[in-house]
């Protein structure tokens, strides 16, 4: 129940909440009668409401009269100053010489359903604040803080994966450029043991200065290797030990990567079994007789949003490409 002897009294510590706990006062009390559908149109108002509170944003309780105006003007009603109170009066809530500077969601919501409701019911009604709302609270929390912890490891990844597309790109060219001085040595291996097959086929063929001739010459085809083929051994060399100074960084860099992927795939997998969690627990509150409707829609509506942000194949919702 609200703090309070009185109706004003009780209605001040309402309008002293958050815009949720606000929200879900007012659903509760009306869900039977036509709150059930309202709740979305009730939470873009939250939305609109919060992000007009420049100051405490979703904490806050109400905006001042230039955002109220901003407001109403949002949802196609344009008043004056003196319209916009005196519509606020007429619902009851305010007297006729009140003036205040901040406007709670609750006034806005008794003017936006005045044909339907009394502030004086409203701050008379059963509240939420029971032991399965808290915990249904807490295990929103804990999705929270797994979607946060989920998408910091997600960014860890995604750093890792740049460093070692980074780390690969040297590795690649040292790769590279290894294979075609490998080609290269082939090529002149090729062309020198080609020469020294036909010395040798020479030397057992012709007449005997001919043989003698190609024999000569094959014993100094065969002394030293030819320069050409004793540089492209040389850059063999040198390429294999650019390679093998490249290979470590990337190596590194990929293992790196490889484990922080696991890290965040892992931390998807834990923010999904909290989402599951959460609405098998809320499944459960609700089916219980006296359950507060409006405070459960809304703990699900959140938990929704939430879970808007899991990857299709982790149960989040279906991207439209």
Do not use: C
């Amino acid at each position: 129940a609200l703090q309070g002897k009185t109706d004003s009294e009780k209605l001040a510590n309402l309008i002293s909440k958050p815009y949720k706990e606000q929200a879900t006062w007012f659903l509760n009390a009306y869900w039977d009668q036509f709150a059930s559908n309202e709740a979305e149109r009730v939470w873009t108002w939250v939305k609109k409401l919060a992000q007009l509170d420049l100051d405490k944003k979703h904490e806050g309780t109400g905006v001042d009269e230039v955002n109220a105006h901003r407001f109403f003007e949002s949802q196609g009603e344009t008043m004056t100053v003196v319209e916009l109170r005196e519509a606020l009066r007429s619902t009851g809530a305010i007297g006729a010489t009140e003036r205040p500077k901040i406007v709670p969601l609750t006034h806005v919501l008794l003017f936006k359903y005045k044909e339907k409701v009394n502030w004086k019911t409203l701050v008379n009604t059963k509240g939420d604040n029971t032991a399965e709302i808290n915990e249904a609270q807490r295990l929103l929390e804990e999705v929270i803080k797994a979607f946060a912890e989920s998408e910091r490891q997600a960014q860890v990844a995604r750093k890792a994966e740049e460093e070692a597309r980074t780390a690969e790109a040297p590795f690649k060219q040292a790769q590279e450029e290894l294979e075609a001085a490998l080609a290269d040595v082939k090529s002149q291996e090729d062309a020198y043991n080609k020469k020294a097959d036909d010395l040798r086929k020479k030397s057992e063929e012709g007449s005997i200065v001919q043989q003698n001739k190609a024999k000569n010459e094959l014993a100094q085809h065969l002394q030293e290797d030819p320069l050409p083929l004793r540089k492209a051994k040389v850059t063999v060399e040198a390429a294999r030990k650019k390679a093998e100074k490249a290979r470590a960084p990337f190596e590194a860099a990929t293992k790196a990567a490889e484990a922080a992927r696991a890290s965040a795939e892992e931390a998807l997998n834990q923010t999904q079994a909290r989402v599951a969690e959460a609405e098998a627990y809320l499944a459960e509150v609700k089916a219980k007789p006296g359950t507060p409707h409006g405070a459960i829609w809304w703990l699900e509506r959140e938990l929704a949003e939430q879970k808007s942000y899991l990857p299709e194949r982790k149960g989040g919702a279906k991207r439209n490409l």
